[in-house]
């Protein structure tokens, strides 16, 4: 079972708590936090996923914040990740198959839990298309 992990800040944790329920069948879910809804800070939290979805190469990761801006500009920080704050299923299929993304972001303020769901299964189900894009993509992971 392939591994996914999954992490958001206070403004998500119930959005990302339905997410993990929804996906628990299909994956081996890591849930890497946060545990509550007491407040914590987004960038703790996204740099925690981007480290763990880096060093497991074959791994996909979640991130959920309030906006799903600030969790992207975290999980980018760290090499080889390629994070992308979608807000449909559009930018849910082009992220993997343009930019190989291997973390989708949301905005719990932003998208309900079934659009939250339903992109994360247009992502999960897209395959990158290489070709054209590879190069770009290693000039991301550069």
Do not use: P
Request: hydrophobic share 40%.
């Amino acid at each position: 079972m392939k591994t996914l992990f999954i992490a958001s800040d206070h403004a998500a944790f119930d959005e990302k708590a339905q997410i993990m329920d929804y996906l628990q069948d299909r994956f081996d879910i890591i849930d890497l936090g946060t545990n509550s809804k007491e407040s914590v800070h987004y960038s703790s939290y996204g740099l925690k996923l981007a480290k763990e979805v880096a060093s497991h190469k074959e791994s996909l990761g979640i991130a959920i914040c309030g906006s799903g801006i600030g969790i992207s500009m975290a999980v980018n920080r760290i090499k080889t990740i390629r994070g992308a704050l979608c807000r449909d299923e559009a930018d849910a299929k082009i992220c993997k198959e343009h930019n190989n993304a291997n973390i989708i972001c949301f905005g719990s303020r932003r998208n309900t839990v079934s659009e939250m769901k339903a992109m994360t299964d247009v992502w999960l189900e897209a395959q990158f298309e290489g070709a054209r894009h590879q190069k770009r993509v290693e000039l991301l992971d550069e």
